[in-house]
């Protein structure tokens, strides 16, 4: 890839460039502040409409393997061009869907596929981009396009609510403008500008798909690390905490200490990689659960509160979208800060808090069974957003510590295919509960549901459980995790 010379303040211009296109990547995020309304207008069914909320996310963690392949091959341009392709798109597909009352449910399909696809595309080259041009800070320099991604949805939110209050159409319509525009904004400034050589102590980092938070691994893994200070004398053990506590492993580190580098037939054979996946999929399936149909839920609370504004409607659900967006943003900064105290303080595995993950999940579930005005749900999409953010802000390091840093995007890509998985079945629970609890009104478009926390109460009972059954999992792994250490 040809460079130019450039200065800090050109690097930090792409970077910024960067910054701004990615926030019209994590639009999958927002589909719960229309769900109800393109469901109604459609004349879809829960069940159908919790389906058609997980295509934007298989278009980004499926294909974001596809996507990784085309940035490395054909550059930068080339998958921003695709990327604002797609994304037009997909979105425009959507809002004329809408707009003439086209309900044809398998296109619509393939639209947010496409548009999750172009998402990934844009993103991914923002990312590397960042990185290419950062190559000593690619930590900080990557952090800022995946940081944009979690506060996509709370954008778009924001100005669909402020200059189309209540009107559907013209939401979509600026999903489709808007999400456009941000990836045009990336073209002009995708330039990879010449920097000094890099130092040889400076660990290899990887680049994440799906919006996922990007942290450094702590160089070795913490089972290496506790091997290394045995075998060592008292000076080389001071020596090698205070190394490790850096932000970039050093070369002692890298030279002395054996890392992990399991992937491709291997990591598949391991029992380790099963229980990481299950892990993903039991913390990942719930959270999304309810920000792919939150919407339902605002929409069963207003109308059992007798509030029947559209209007009024959607703004609430704007509003819980744009909480979890943020929540789930300040969930991945915290929990790598957390972590990192955690291990270098006391020596706890970062699992733990996986399990903290846990515990706010069940009380977001639980509160979310037992609030029955839509005034109050703000409650529980701050607690669920959290805990969603906690879980990814901790897992790709966790992923880097249990099977290296080298082959650690292949690894992550391998691993969140269980979070697709695991969403679609719990967003398709959610839909059929919903819809056994709904009746048909000759008023309205399709079934109505107005039992209140009534409709989908029983999903909760179930996300609930699964918290419970996923701490569990969670401290049995901690358990043998220092039993091989003894």
Same mark, same amino acid.
């Given at each position: 890839?040809?460079?130019?010379?450039?200065?800090?303040?050109?690097?930090?211009?792409?970077?910024?460039?960067?910054?701004?296109?990615? /926030?019209?990547? =994590?639009?999958? !995020? &927002? $589909?719960? +502040? *229309?769900?109800?309304?393109?469901?109604?207008?459609?004349?879809?069914?829960?069940?159908?409409?919790?389906?058609?909320?997980?295509?934007?996310?298989?278009?980004?963690?499926?294909?974001?393997?596809?996507?990784?392949?085309?940035?490395?091959?054909?550059?930068?341009?080339?998958?921003?061009?695709?990327?604002?392709?797609? /994304?037009?798109? =997909?979105?425009? !597909? &959507? $809002?004329? +869907? *809408?707009?003439?009352?086209?309900?044809?449910?398998?296109?619509?399909?393939?639209?947010?596929?496409?548009?999750?696809?172009?998402?990934?595309?844009?993103?991914?080259?923002?990312?590397?981009?960042?990185?290419?041009?950062?190559?000593?800070?690619?930590?900080?320099?990557?952090?800022?396009?995946?940081?944009?991604?979690? /506060?996509?949805?709370?954008?778009?939110?924001?100005?669909?609510?402020?200059?189309?209050?209540?009107?559907?159409?013209?939401?979509?319509?600026?999903?489709?403008?808007?999400?456009?525009?941000?990836?045009?904004?990336?073209?002009?400034?995708?330039?990879?500008?010449?920097?000094?050589?890099?130092?040889?102590?400076?660990?290899?980092?990887?680049?994440?798909?799906?919006?996922?938070?990007?942290?450094?691994?702590?160089?070795?893994?913490?089972?290496?690390?506790?091997?290394?200070?045995?075998?060592?004398?008292?000076?080389?053990?001071?020596?090698?905490?205070?190394?490790?506590?850096?932000?970039?492993?050093?070369?002692?580190?890298?030279?002395?200490?054996?890392?992990?580098?399991?992937?491709?037939?291997?990591?598949?054979?391991?029992?380790?990689?099963?229980?990481?996946?299950?892990?993903?999929?039991?913390?990942?399936?719930?959270?999304?659960?309810?920000?792919?149909?939150?919407?339902?839920?605002?929409?069963?609370?207003?109308?059992?509160?007798?509030?029947?504004?559209?209007?009024?409607?959607?703004?609430?659900?704007?509003?819980?979208?744009?909480?979890?967006?943020?929540?789930?943003?300040?969930?991945?900064?915290?929990?790598?800060?957390?972590?990192?105290?955690?291990?270098?303080?006391?020596?706890?595995?970062?699992?733990?808090?996986?399990?903290?993950?846990?515990?706010?999940?069940?009380?977001?579930?639980?509160?979310?069974?037992?609030?029955?005005?839509?005034?109050?749900?703000?409650?529980?999409?701050?607690?669920?957003?959290?805990?969603?953010?906690?879980?990814?802000?901790?897992?790709?390091?966790?992923?880097?510590?249990?099977?290296?840093?080298?082959?650690?995007?292949?690894?992550?890509?391998?691993?969140?295919?269980?979070?697709?998985?695991?969403?679609?079945?719990?967003?398709?629970?959610?839909?059929?509960?919903?819809?056994?609890?709904?009746?048909?009104?000759?008023?309205?478009?399709?079934?109505?549901?107005?039992?209140?926390?009534?409709?989908?109460?029983?999903?909760?009972?179930?996300?609930?459980?699964?918290?419970?059954?996923?701490?569990?999992?969670?401290?049995?792994?901690?358990?043998?995790?220092?039993?091989?250490?003894?």
């Amino acid at each position: 890839m040809h460079k130019n010379s450039g200065t800090t303040l050109q690097r930090a211009r792409t970077v910024a460039g960067c910054f701004i296109s990615s /926030l019209g990547c =994590g639009t999958i !995020y &927002v $589909y719960s +502040a *229309y769900s109800t309304q393109l469901a109604e207008r459609l004349d879809l069914t829960a069940t159908q409409s919790s389906v058609l909320g997980i295509m934007g996310p298989i278009g980004v963690a499926l294909l974001s393997f596809f996507a990784g392949l085309i940035v490395d091959k054909l550059g930068l341009l080339v998958p921003c061009f695709l990327g604002t392709t797609f /994304l037009c798109l =997909g979105y425009s !597909y &959507v $809002y004329h +869907a *809408y707009k003439y009352s086209i309900s044809v449910v398998p296109l619509i399909a393939v639209a947010l596929v496409v548009a999750g696809f172009g998402s990934t595309l844009t993103y991914n080259a923002c990312v590397k981009c960042s990185a290419l041009n950062f190559p000593h800070r690619r930590g900080t320099a990557t952090s800022i396009p995946m940081s944009a991604f979690g /506060l996509s949805a709370f954008l778009f939110s924001t100005v669909a609510g402020v200059a189309y209050p209540g009107d559907t159409n013209g939401f979509l319509k600026v999903l489709a403008i808007l999400t456009t525009g941000l990836s045009v904004v990336c073209i002009p400034y995708m330039k990879v500008y010449d920097t000094e050589p890099q130092h040889d102590a400076e660990s290899e980092d990887s680049l994440l798909p799906d919006g996922t938070s990007y942290s450094y691994g702590t160089g070795p893994s913490e089972s290496s690390t506790i091997q290394y200070r045995s075998s060592q004398d008292s000076l080389s053990v001071s020596k090698q905490v205070d190394e490790q506590t850096a932000l970039v492993p050093s070369e002692s580190d890298l030279v002395d200490i054996p890392e992990q580098d399991i992937g491709g037939l291997q990591i598949v054979k391991s029992k380790e990689f099963w229980s990481k996946f299950v892990v993903m999929g039991l913390l990942t399936g719930p959270g999304q659960m309810y920000i792919y149909c939150v919407g339902y839920v605002v929409h069963a609370l207003a109308l059992s509160s007798d509030i029947d504004s559209p209007a009024k409607v959607q703004s609430f659900q704007a509003l819980q979208v744009a909480i979890i967006s943020v929540t789930n943003f300040s969930g991945r900064l915290l929990s790598g800060v957390v972590s990192d105290y955690l291990l270098h303080h006391y020596g706890l595995h970062r699992l733990w808090v996986l399990v903290m993950a846990s515990g706010v999940g069940f009380v977001g579930s639980v509160l979310a069974m037992n609030v029955y005005q839509v005034h109050h749900m703000w409650i529980v999409s701050v607690v669920i957003g959290l805990s969603y953010g906690l879980f990814f802000g901790v897992y790709p390091s966790i992923i880097t510590d249990s099977f290296g840093l080298s082959r650690f995007s292949s690894n992550w890509g391998l691993v969140s295919i269980s979070q697709v998985v695991a969403s679609y079945i719990y967003s398709l629970l959610f839909g059929k509960i919903y819809d056994s609890n709904s009746t048909d009104d000759h008023d309205a478009s399709g079934a109505i549901c107005y039992k209140g926390p009534g409709c989908y109460s029983t999903s909760f009972i179930i996300t609930a459980a699964t918290n419970v059954v996923t701490a569990i999992t969670l401290l049995f792994m901690i358990y043998r995790h220092r039993r091989t250490l003894v």
